[in-house]
């Protein structure tokens, strides 16, 4: 039986829940993630099927070119600002959403680290995880 991966913001305003598993999850330290998270990566769990992700409530979004050159979609809630979920313009079927925001954040197990060329020494992380200096193809 698959468990469910559900969590939400911080107010309750807005919750999204899936049975589909994660196809990655990885920290991410790009610029961009660390500016949002104010810390020196954010962390995502990606999944394939946008459709499939049931989210109940209204988001936020605001848009911006990732280091990869490609749009990211933000998703916050407008009332207490939590990031919940990012897509992306140049592939719309994945949805990722914030480690942090799951109600079981221990489910999150990263396999990964992205942009480990805008890492700093200061925000280290498991040294065991295969490191990228950008996105892998696939």
């Keep these: 039986m ?19 598993a994660p196809i990655v999850e990885s920290h991410c330290q790009c610029r961009d993630c660390q500016r949002r998270s104010g ?5 995502y769990l990606v999944f394939s099927d946008r459709a499939e992700m049931k989210i109940d409530g209204e988001a936020a979004t605001w848009r911006v070119a990732g280091d990869s ?12 600002g939590t990031p919940v979920y990012l ?5 719309p079927d994945l949805i990722a959403i914030h480690a942090a925001s799951l109600d079981d954040p221990s489910r ?3 396999k990964a680290v992205t942009y480990t ?9 498991d040294p065991s995880l295969q490191k990228f200096q950008r996105m892998p193809a696939n």
Excluded: D, Q
């Excluded at 969590?7 to 589909?20: E, K, L, Q, V």
């Excluded at 810390?39 to 962390?43: D, K, Y």
């Excluded at 897509?87 to 592939?91: K, L, P, V």
């Design 2 to 20: 698959t468990k469910t991966y559900a969590g939400g913001c911080a107010c309750g305003a807005i919750r999204y829940a899936t049975s589909n």
């Design 39 to 43: 810390t020196g990566h954010s962390s």
């Design 69 to 80: 050159g490609n749009e990211k979609v933000h998703a916050f809630c407008p009332a207490c």
């Design 87 to 91: 897509t992306f313009a140049a592939m």
């Design 108 to 110: 999150f197990e990263p």
């Design 117 to 125: 060329v805008r890492g700093h020494a200061w925000a280290s992380l």
